[in-house]
């Protein structure tokens, strides 16, 4: 067992870190404020390599690998979740076209997508239950239109990260009949009949865009649809168990060490009772717990995304990844919070808003009642 990361993943480790500091760190307090996803920042980050790590060479990609996007998402993830949560689903959103895309698809979006020209999002969840995608009302026919096959979408999805930023989403719909076929579609922006709806202003995650989507009798050509019909659950659940949730303990990853660090850089400031409070044992022992958190949280993390990187069976393996990050981040937040006392509610320190950005790393890609769900199945088969 070698825990050393390649001398290629250090590297990559740095050039993430040196962008979030310098490209990242000063967009934070204007996302705060404005709420707003900076356009600059998709095509900086594709320049960096950070969206085509996961995309074959030859689709213009760096195929580095899904660790290597861990620790990417780690080091902007310490900066900025929300800049970390916008860059992992534009990976996700690449994920079903590397996985089903034909030919055609893939030489036409790939290069784009590695490069941040174009970007890309996940559309499932609907007003219906996220936890539920086969609840999910938005419907597609076969029609013929102009002398073009295709199909036509209607419905509308909620809480889409990315969903006015995004050039393609890669859309699950059903058909209408009462044992329905589940298919994915790529659908491009510009299309008639797709549109934006509403964003929605969160308390946390500042300015990563989460939005509605809006089909209304919305023509995809027959070249837009993604992998075999009826293949569109399977296709699109692959994704998020394996890509969305390894996203989310990237996110979870970089709020940790960004706690820890706030935490122990307060501590050996604060003065109390004539020496830095770090000296203290009740603080040793918050700080020795979020070290803890940081550390079973990687090693779950990393192990995932090495499994995935190997092709091995991995959905319970990210599940655990992404339970215990999160979960993990929630602690430490609160643990950082309080080492600064009063201080850690006030808008000086940014431990109140990795108190508001935590909780929100539960319910993207599926809750933790849903990891466990996974994770009990895979140890009762
Ligand atoms: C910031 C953010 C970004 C997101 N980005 C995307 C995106 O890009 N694309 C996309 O498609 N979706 C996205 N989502 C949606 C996300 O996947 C859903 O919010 C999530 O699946 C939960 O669905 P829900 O919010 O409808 O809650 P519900 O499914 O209604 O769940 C409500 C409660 O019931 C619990 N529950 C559900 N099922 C069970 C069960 N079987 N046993 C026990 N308890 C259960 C849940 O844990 C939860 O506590 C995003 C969500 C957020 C908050």
Known sequence: ???????????????????????????????????????????AMGEAGFLGVTIPE??????????????ILEEVGTVSAAVAMALQVFVLGIDPIINAGSEEQKERLLPALAEGQRLATVAITEASGGSDPTAITTTYRAEKRDGADGFVLDGRKVFITNAHVADVQVVLARTEEETPRFSTFLVERGMPGFRPGREEHKVGFRGCNTGEIILEDCFVPVANLLGAEGDGLKLVLKSISEVGRAGMAGCA????????????????KRQLYGKPINRLPAIQAKLADMAIALETSRLLAYKAAWAKDNGLRCDADMAMAKYHSTEMA????????????????????????????????????????????????????
Request: charged share 25%.
């Open 58 to 71: 030859r689709y213009g990609g760096s195929g580095l690998g899904h660790l290597a996007r861990m620790l």
């Open 253 to 268: 990853l970089g709020l940790l060490a960004a706690s820890l660090k706030a935490a122990s850089d307060y501590a050996a």
């Open 1 to 43: 067992m070698d825990f050393k990361l390649s001398a290629e993943q250090e590297i990559l480790r740095q050039v993430a870190r040196e962008f979030a500091e310098t490209r990242v760190a000063p967009l934070v307090p204007i996302m705060e404020k404005e709420g707003k996803w900076p356009d600059e920042l998709g095509p």
């Open 330 to 381: 929630i602690l430490a937040a609160k643990l950082a919070a309080e080492v600064h006392g009063g201080y850690g509610y006030t808008e000086e320190f940014p431990t109140q808003r990795y108190l508001r950005d935590v909780q929100l790393l539960v319910p993207s890609a599926g809750t933790s009642d849903v990891m466990k769900i996974v994770i009990g199945r895979s140890v009762s088969r």
